[in-house]
């Protein structure tokens, strides 16, 4: 069974950037679709940003311009792009398929951003 490890997260301040990093493997990555989720507490879960399998990608409208997700199909990696981060960017970021399977969450990667 896969495991999808996140890592990158931390304290920025506003306008800075981050590179988040997921680790799963070449045979997910090639299989699903994949997204990059967050959550901050007493929210639900919210995808931020999906790409195919033929590396098209999408964003929610309130990361578009400054996020840019990707992936490394030869070395099984799912990464995230943020820049010009705001205060309304901290939240807890995971990856998984999209749609997500349940059984892949991990523990996600805290990114807080400092006004």
């Known amino acids: 069974q896969a495991q999808l490890v996140e890592s990158g997260g931390g304290l920025v301040q506003a306008g800075g950037s981050l590179r988040l990093s997921c680790a799963a493997s070449?045979?997910?990555?090639?299989?699903?679709?994949m997204g990059w989720y967050r959550q901050v507490p007493g929210k639900p879960r919210e995808l931020v940003a999906s790409i195919t399998n033929r590396g098209i990608p999408k964003y929610k409208d309130s990361v578009k311009g400054r996020f840019t997700i990707s992936r490394d199909g030869s070395n099984g990696t799912l990464y995230l792009e943020m820049n010009s981060l705001t205060p309304e960017d901290t939240a807890v970021y995971y990856c998984?398929?999209?749609?997500?399977?349940?059984?892949?969450w991990g523990q996600g990667t805290q990114v807080t951003v400092s006004s």
């Open positions: 070449r045979e997910f990555l090639s299989k699903y679709f």
């Open positions: 998984n398929s999209n749609p997500p399977l349940p059984v892949y």
